[in-house]
């Protein structure tokens, strides 16, 4: 039985990806789902905090550390369903942008280093592409084989 490396990333608010490979030759990490999570704070009334995240997320890192995560704005959850709306049809205005892009590097020579079980963190550029507009954020991303 083969082995299957998991690999997640935390950050960009509070960040959790699941990545596998397709096999455990040098090829690209696709997210895995049932593993991953992207979730994002917000505040409402100027004191409220309140935790959301989206539901459809893909991803991969390819074999030379390019990351791109796509990002499905109407899968939007904040538990409440008329907020999701507006959520969508507002803030991220998905009719026109239904797609937001994470897009970063890794080095992949420290990430190869890894081994099942172990954890790494990473500071890192990533740029966040939403609604037309992008935005250069610093991260620090920590990676789990």
Known sequence: MATIKTL????LLLFIIGITPPNMAR????LNMEKSNLSYGSIKKN??????????LEGQITEKGEITLLIDLASVETWVDIRNARMAEFFFQTMDYPTATLQGQVDMEKFSRLK???QQSFDMPLILICTARAKLLMRNL???A
């Open 8 to 11: 997640p990333l935390l950050g």
């Open 27 to 30: 090829a690209d990490w696709v």
């Open 47 to 56: 004191s409220i905090g309140e935790s959301n995240h989206f539901q459809r």
């Open 116 to 118: 099942v079980g172990d």
């Open 142 to 144: 920590s990676f789990c």
